[in-house]
């Protein structure tokens, strides 16, 4: 079998893009994939794939590395995400070519379903969802963090699991993530997710000496290499590769067995990723010891649920592992087309927020209100 062709897909609703990929063999299979939604990543993976054209895509370790060495490793995000798009479609190949679940091919099944979180920042929200049998919710923002938790565990009692999110904001002192973090304790916070950004490993060090709840963080690392110094240092309880840029299965995989000699657990990131790398990382996590609990966003525009089928479904906050061959996914053509959009013409809709200035939060509002 040799790989023939890679094409780029880009779907949007509302300023919330995705971008995948298929790679086409010249036996009729194809792979899909998917990457973190930034133009330069769809560059890249044109970049990327003439170099695979012509190869056999069986060999999946070869071709990371000759993705990986043509720019000698300095790739960043960017060509991590390329990456990370082209390899989930090269084990989704694989998985068709040999009638096999991409869980087997990596591993075999650890468990035959994964326990699943989603996001609620009220009250409100928060019992809608355990309503709808979610244990595990995680909240987001630093902006009233403890009113907020304060309602949600009032809300939904002890029973239900709560993480908290800082979002690993550059303009977080590391004293005041400290301090967040010790008023957290009381509530049992499940994991407490990059409370200063993880570039800085000293400074999430500091943070990780002087609380007493789990740490998380890894959603903005970029291979093994990117993650090493958490992990080795024990920086971190949870460590959360994002399946659309930290550089493909493989590479998760063994973030996973790093991370496991260390005690580590494991809980992908998928809060600004699309449908396919989300179940890319499902057929992952069914097959590692050190799973935690799998991210799963509900509430996202109504493109993400429409774009790929089958939609994974969560049933009592947990979802069962995919049986067909490959991902068991494929997108949905008319709907890539009816959601088609540029990723050049677009921003964020946090970036055409008109409420946000582009200042850091220290300079916007009095202390108070983000701490309090
Ligand atoms: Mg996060």
């Given amino acids: ?194 409370p200063v950004a993880p570039e800085n490993v000293e400074a999430l060090a500091r943070v990780s000496e002087a609380i007493n709840i789990p740490l998380a963080a890894g959603e903005r690392l970029a291979y093994v290499f990117g993650a090493r110094e958490l992990i080795e240092r024990e920086i971190v309880d949870v460590i959360q590769p994002d399946a659309g840029r930290f550089g493909g299965l493989s590479q998760m995989k063994k973030l996973a067995g790093m991370a496991e000699a260390h005690y580590i657990q494991f809980a992908p990131h998928d809060g600004s990723l699309g449908p396919v790398g989300e179940i890319a990382s499902l057929h992952l996590c069914a097959t590692l010891p050190n799973f935690l609990i799998w991210e799963h966003r509900t509430g996202d525009v109504q493109a993400r649920y429409e774009v790929m089928a089958p939609q994974p479904e969560v049933v009592d906050s947990y979802i069962a592992i995919p049986e067909g061959p490959g991902l068991g996914v494929d997108l949905v053509d008319e709907e890539i087309e009816r959601y088609a959009c540029d990723l050049l013409g677009g921003h964020s809709s946090y970036a055409e927020d008109n409420t946000y200035d582009s200042q850091y939060v220290y300079a916007r509002f009095p202390r108070k209100r983000w701490l309090g």
């Avoid at 979610?134 to 963090?145: D, N, P, Y």
């Fill in 1 to 194: 079998m040799k790989i023939t062709d890679v094409k780029t897909y880009t779907a949007g609703q509302d300023g919330r893009n995705f971008l995948f990929c298929r790679v086409f063999t010249d036996e009729g299979i194809y792979g899909v994939g998917e990457a973190t939604a930034w133009p330069s990543i769809q560059t890249e993976i044109h970049h990327k794939a003439s170099l695979i054209i012509g190869e056999d895509p069986f060999n999946i370790e070869r071709l990371w590395s000759k993705m990986f060495l043509q720019t000698h490793g300095m790739s960043g995000i960017v060509g991590a995400g390329a990456i990370s798009a082209i390899e989930i479609a090269l084990w989704d190949i694989k998985g068709k070519a040999f009638n096999m679940p991409v869980w087997q091919l990596l591993g075999g099944q650890m468990r035959e379903r994964l326990r699943v979180y989603t996001h609620a920042n009220t009250a409100e929200r928060a019992r809608e969802l355990v309503d709808q049998g979610f244990t595990g919710l995680k909240m987001g923002g630093i902006e009233h963090c403890i009113r907020d938790i304060t309602a949600i565990r009032n809300e939904v009692g002890d029973d239900i699991d709560i993480m908290v999110d800082l979002h690993g904001m550059p303009w977080m002192t590391t004293r005041d993530a400290i301090s967040m973090g010790r008023r957290l304790e009381e509530f049992g916070v499940f994991f407490y997710e990059e």
